[in-house]
């Protein structure tokens, strides 16, 4: 008997409409690839959720590390000279 | 146009033949459905439960919409719940192939393929029926049988070049099967005269495309695909499997104990 292993987890990300980017809508297992894709169409898109779907094997993520939070985003808190809100527009811009 | 207006001259041939050929693909895409339903719960990962699942509830829609068409021809008041459900065995013509036990996974796999496969023919057959509504109901379901071909096909490939235990189970599943597939190019009266009617394909006519279909898979799997032998099983004439008799005794149960029930 050849030994079991789990299938790897995959994060599937849905887009919903054309135009629309990818949104994260969940993970799942699955022995690979192109059946990752067939998986998640079987059980994120039941609904018509999406038009399109991209899958990434979980353990390839490089994701920033919970812990590390307010090393890493806590500086830009007082820092609100960033978001540009101090100009005057012209009434002709409604969309910036 | 309606198809229950056809011309004239035509018109008590095409009625004799009409209704049987609906009720076999219909039964066939019923009883596959119904076995498929089974796994539901019992799937070998979520994910996989959820795909059959689905596979199932296309079928089940492929029978529906067959049946109530099938009821409204006939005109004698038989919707689809009563053709599906107050039908006894030998009214029943499906292929024996749909009705053979699911056996694991391997086996479950291969049988809905070696179906669908099928499936993916006749809808294209049906695309020139002069039955529009049959042609419509075959345009809607190539799209569904599509993506069900791609899915077990990809299990049976994954199962074949697996593990050696893998390898074993669905060389057996094969062997098992493939005889039973003998039945779905066998033409009889019925089929020549929907043929003659212009109604759906003459079975003989979609065993080539469906063996290169099965040859290219069961190569790619790494299997060895059986010789040919002389069986042919007879469900579309109505004469069954000694499994039938159960699959329809779960399926008709709660309505004949509830008749008329609803939700």
Known sequence: MSERKDWPLWEVFLRSKQGLDHKHCGSLHAPDGQLALQLARDVYTRRQEGVSIWVVRADQIIASDPAEKAAFFDPMQDKIYRHPTFYELPDEVNHL | ?263
């Open chain 2, 1 to 263: 146009m309606s198809v229950s207006d056809p011309p004239p001259a035509q018109a008590s041939a095409v009625c004799a033949t009409h209704v049987p050929t609906l009720l076999r693909y219909a039964d066939g895409s019923l009883v596959l459905s119904q076995r498929l339903a089974a796994c539901c719960g019992h799937g070998p990962a979520l994910e996989e439960d959820i795909a059959l699942a689905n596979i199932a509830l296309d079928l089940l829609g492929q029978a529906r919409l067959l049946f109530a068409h099938a009821g409204a021809l006939e005109d004698q008041g038989r919707d689809e719940d009563a053709l599906a459900f107050w039908r006894v065995e030998s009214e029943f013509h499906n292929p024996v192939l749909c009705e053979l036990p699911n056996g694991d996974f391997a086996q479950t796999c291969l049988r809905a393929f070696f179906y669908v496969a099928w499936q993916a023919e006749l809808w294209a057959g049906l695309t020139h029926s002069v039955d529009r509504t049959l042609a419509a109901v075959a345009q809607k379901s190539a799209k569904e049988t599509r993506y069900h071909c791609e899915h077990l096909a990809a299990w049976v490939v994954r199962l074949g070049d697996g593990t050696p235990e893998s390898q074993r189970r669905q060389q057996r599943a094969l062997d098992y099967l493939y005889p039973y597939a003998n039945e779905l190019f066998c033409d009889d009266d019925t089929d020549r005269a929907a043929a003659a009617a212009q109604l759906g394909p003459l079975p003989s006519t979609l065993e080539a495309a469906w063996r290169a279909r099965i040859a290219r898979v069961i190569g790619e799997a790494t299997l060895a695909l059986p010789a040919p032998v002389p069986f042919y099983s007879t469900g579309r004439q109505g004469r069954h499997s000694e499994c039938f008799s159960y699959v329809l005794a779960e399926m008709q149960a709660l309505a004949r104990a509830h008749p008329g029930a609803t939700w």
